[in-house]
């Protein structure tokens, strides 16, 4: 398959350039919100070498290719006219020309904004597991993890879930063992935690992308609940869940603490407010000084409201939902099973299709 001559076939069925209001890809289609549907030439494009079929979906116009999928999406997006994922693809956010998207329904259009959120980490989020399922393998094998203490002890340790920086005072003289003779897991340990850790930062920055907001501002709002200023905040509290940010009427208003590494619902919540805020912005703000401003005061005014409601809402219902599902392993780890295996039945599909 010539990709670059199937992805402008596509588009030469599609309308064009200035037809194209949201393009993207899943598996194995191209994903595309048209401004007007009535310009699609479906024979033409089904003719195209490499293409499956076009199909109607999710208020959706789909190009099925198959595992190349990416590379004719990738043509399509260097063409004059376009922009991979952006631009154009932020319009239907914006409110402006979303026809067709609005009459998918608002259930519909939120799996499409969680869909086009993941994706794009997911080819890191798989390789990071891999490497994470690699180590525990081979220290399952007794590949490593073994080492001689200063004592001369043979001390077997949990590479993925031993001593980690921060633990008390008991646990430091076997950290820095086990630095000592294995330097180098510490770095390949580094990439197996690197998505995990901060998937907060990179799903904020996805779903600002896919909703129209800028999606450096997005990363930018989960990342500052990660910085170390954050996190001394809770040696300030002493141990306890909050504190004090300030007194209002005789109302102590409280800042929760949370842990938000690896955290996703946050930066969704977050962003979903972002993005109309920032349209606000821009309309209030001269164009002239929306490079300086915009940022500024959506930084100013989603951060501290991340950091004191969305964030700990967000936290908490991760927590309850992994409640539930602790509580049903309790009651019988076969019913886990059951309902993780049964949400394959949707989940699936919708990850990779959108449907």
């Not at 293409?51 to 990416?70: D, F, R």
């Not at 590949?143 to 879930?161: A, I, K, P, R, W």
């Not at 004191?308 to 967000?314: D, E, K, M, R, V």
Request: glycine content about 10%; proline content about 5%; overall charge negative.
């Amino acid at each position: 398959m010539d990709h670059q001559k199937t992805a402008q076939s596509v588009l030469d069925g599609l309308g064009g350039p200035e037809n194209i209001n949201y393009f993207t890809h899943c598996a194995t289609r191209l994903r595309v919100t048209l401004n007007d549907k009535s310009k699609v030439d479906k024979p033409a494009i089904e003719k195209t070498d490499g293409v499956l079929s076009v199909i109607e979906q999710s208020g959706q116009t789909q190009v099925v290719i198959g595992n190349e999928v990416a590379d004719v999406y990738d043509a399509m997006a260097k063409m004059p006219g376009m922009e991979k994922e952006g631009g154009s693809a932020q319009k239907p956010a914006a409110g402006e020309g979303a026809g067709e998207e609005k009459k998918a329904g608002i259930i519909t259009r939120m799996f499409d904004v969680l869909s086009d959120s993941f994706r794009p980490v997911l080819w890191a989020l798989l390789g990071s597991s891999m490497i994470l399922t690699l180590i525990v393998l081979l220290q399952t094998l007794g590949v490593f993890g073994h080492y001689t203490n200063f004592q001369g002890e043979s001390v077997t340790v949990d590479l993925v879930n031993g001593p980690k920086l921060g633990d008390d005072a008991l646990n430091a003289d076997m950290l820095n063992q086990w630095r000592a003779q294995f330097p180098f897991w510490f770095i390949i340990l580094g990439a197996a935690l690197s998505v995990l850790n901060f998937m907060p930062i990179m799903v904020g920055a996805t779903a600002a992308k896919r909703l129209g907001a800028n999606m450096w501002v997005g990363a930018a709002i989960p990342a500052a609940l990660m910085t170390d200023a954050f996190k001394g905040l809770s040696d300030m509290a002493g141990g306890a869940d909050h504190i004090t940010l300030f007194h209002i009427g005789g109302w102590d208003v409280p800042l929760y603490l949370f842990n938000y590494t690896g955290q996703i619902f946050p930066p969704l919540f977050a962003v979903a407010l972002l993005a109309p805020l920032e349209r606000l912005l821009k309309k209030v703000i001269p164009n002239m000084l929306h490079m300086v401003f915009v940022p500024m005061i959506s930084l100013l005014i989603m951060v501290p409201l991340t950091a004191l409601i969305i964030g700990p809402i967000g936290v908490k219902l991760g927590l309850g939902i992994s409640d539930v599902f602790q509580w049903l392993n309790d009651i019988n780890p076969a019913i886990v099973g059951v309902v993780v295996a049964g949400s394959y039945l949707f989940m699936v599909p919708w990850a990779c299709t959108g449907r």
